[in-house]
C-alpha cells in the first residue's frame, strides 16, 4: 500500500478533480494525510479487513491506485469530487468514501466522522486515527472468524467493542456473558445488531461440569422509554453446552457426546434488534438473561436451572462508523 505517490497514467479529464487546482491539492493532502497515519501505525493498518455483525459486510482498505480505479467506475454512482478508499469485497453495499472538497468520511450518504471544523478537511485523519485508537485501547480486537471469500492470513478486526463504556460484562455462577452492540450501516432503517459471548470462567462457582442453554429473556428499550419484551427457546436455534475451557455447539434435539466437536473460547451469538423508531435524539438499551441448566437439556442435574444476567449495554447511533 503506498499513500505517497498519486499513481501516473495517462492524463483524462475523467475524473474532473484532477484538473481542478483545489482538487489536486485536496487529493494530494488526502494522500499525505494517510500517509501520516499509515506510517505512524502502519503495525495496525497494513491489511486490515473489519468483520461487521452476521457477516453482513467485511471491509477493507484499498491501495490508492485501486481506489483511484474504483472512483472512476462508480461515478455514476458516487459523483464527483469522492475517492473510495474502503468498501467490501463482496458487496457494494458498503463503500467508504472521502469527500475532496470538505474531507469529509462518507459510507454511502451517512457522515462517518463527526465534522470537521471550520477551514479544516481532516476528517479521513481523524476517523482513522480514531479506529487506531480503538485498536491500540482494545475497543476492536482481533478474530478468528472465517469470513467467506476471504483467506485466512488476513487479520480479521471484530467491529463489536470488547472494551469500554459501550460493552456489559456480567459473571452469573462463573458465567460470563460479554455483550455489546453496533449500529447497521447499511440499513435504510435504524437498527442494531448485537452480540453476546458467554464463557465459563469459574468452574467452582458453576458447581457442576457444564450447562446448557435453555431459554432467553432480553429487555429492549428504545431512546423514547418504549419497551419490547423478547422470549424464546435458545439462540437463532442454538442450545450450547459450556464446560471450562470452551462449549459444544449442538441443537435442540441433540444430546452432546464425548465424541463431538468441542470448540475452544466464547461462545458467539449475534442477532438483530430490527426497526427501532425511538432511538434519535436519546440511546436505546438491551439486557435480559439467559436461562442455564445444570448439566443437559436431556440428562439435567438434580440442580435448580439459573439465570445468566445480560447486562445494560447501550444502542446508540456512534459518532464515528466503520
Keep these: 500500500?503506498?499513500?505517497?505517490?498519486?499513481?501516473?497514467?495517462?492524463?483524462?479529464?475523467?475524473?474532473?478533480?484532477?484538473?481542478?487546482?483545489?482538487?489536486?491539492?485536496?487529493?494530494r493532502w488526502c494522500a499525505w494525510c494517510m500517509g501520516c497515519t499509515t506510517g505512524r501505525c502502519?503495525?495496525?493498518?497494513?491489511?486490515?479487513?473489519?468483520?461487521?455483525?452476521?457477516?453482513?459486510?467485511s471491509t477493507r482498505m484499498?491501495?490508492?491506485?485501486?481506489?483511484?480505479?474504483?472512483?472512476?467506475?462508480?461515478?455514476?454512482r458516487t459523483g464527483q469530487g469522492?475517492?473510495?478508499?474502503?468498501?467490501?469485497?463482496l458487496t457494494n453495499s458498503?463503500?467508504?468514501?472521502?469527500?475532496?472538497?470538505?474531507?469529509?468520511?462518507?459510507?454511502?450518504?451517512?457522515?462517518?466522522?463527526?465534522?470537521?471544523?471550520?477551514?479544516?478537511?481532516?476528517?479521513?485523519?481523524?476517523?482513522?486515527?480514531?479506529?487506531?485508537?480503538r485498536l491500540q485501547a482494545g475497543i476492536y480486537t482481533s478474530t478468528k472468524v472465517d469470513f467467506e471469500g476471504l483467506p485466512m492470513e488476513f487479520p480479521r478486526i471484530n467491529l463489536f467493542p470488547d472494551a469500554g463504556p459501550e460493552?456489559?460484562?456480567?459473571?452469573?455462577?462463573?458465567?460470563?456473558?460479554?455483550?455489546?452492540?453496533?449500529?447497521?450501516?447499511?440499513?435504510?432503517?435504524?437498527?442494531?445488531t448485537y452480540s453476546i459471548r458467554l464463557r465459563v470462567v469459574d468452574p467452582d462457582a458453576l458447581g457442576c461440569g457444564s450447562a446448557q442453554l435453555s431459554t432467553r429473556h432480553w429487555r429492549i428499550t428504545d431512546g423514547l422509554g418504549n419497551t419490547e419484551e423478547v422470549h424464546g427457546n435458545g439462540?437463532?436455534?442454538?442450545?450450547?453446552?459450556?464446560f471450562p475451557g470452551g462449549f459444544q455447539d449442538v441443537d435442540e434435539d441433540s444430546e452432546p457426546s464425548a465424541t463431538q466437536l468441542r470448540h475452544e473460547g466464547f461462545f458467539c451469538y449475534q442477532s438483530c434488534t430490527g426497526r427501532m423508531t425511538g432511538i434519535p435524539p436519546g440511546q436505546g438499551t438491551f439486557q435480559g438473561h439467559l436461562r442455564f441448566i445444570p448439566g443437559t437439556l436431556h440428562t439435567p442435574l438434580e440442580m435448580p436451572p439459573f439465570d445468566v444476567v445480560v447486562g445494560p449495554f447501550p444502542l446508540k447511533i456512534p459518532e464515528y462508523m466503520y
Design 1 to 27: 500500500m503506498c499513500w505517497r505517490r498519486w499513481p501516473r497514467g495517462p492524463e483524462q479529464e475523467t475524473f474532473s478533480l484532477r484538473s481542478k487546482p483545489w482538487g489536486r491539492g485536496c487529493l
Design 42 to 57: 502502519w503495525s495496525w493498518t497494513r491489511g486490515w479487513s473489519s468483520i461487521s455483525a452476521l457477516n453482513l459486510s
Design 62 to 76: 484499498f491501495p490508492l491506485r485501486s481506489a483511484v480505479t474504483r472512483t472512476l467506475l462508480a461515478l455514476p
Design 82 to 89: 469522492k475517492l473510495i478508499f474502503a468498501g467490501s469485497l
Design 94 to 133: 458498503r463503500t467508504f468514501t472521502v469527500d475532496l472538497r470538505t474531507g469529509s468520511v462518507l459510507l454511502g450518504s451517512q457522515e462517518c466522522s463527526p465534522p470537521s471544523a471550520v477551514g479544516r478537511r481532516d476528517g479521513l485523519l481523524r476517523w482513522m486515527e480514531e479506529y487506531v485508537r
Design 167 to 192: 460493552v456489559s460484562v456480567v459473571v452469573t455462577r462463573g458465567i460470563e456473558a460479554r455483550a455489546s452492540a453496533m449500529f447497521v450501516t447499511e440499513s435504510p432503517q435504524v437498527m442494531f
Design 235 to 242: 439462540v437463532i436455534g442454538k442450545y450450547p453446552v459450556l
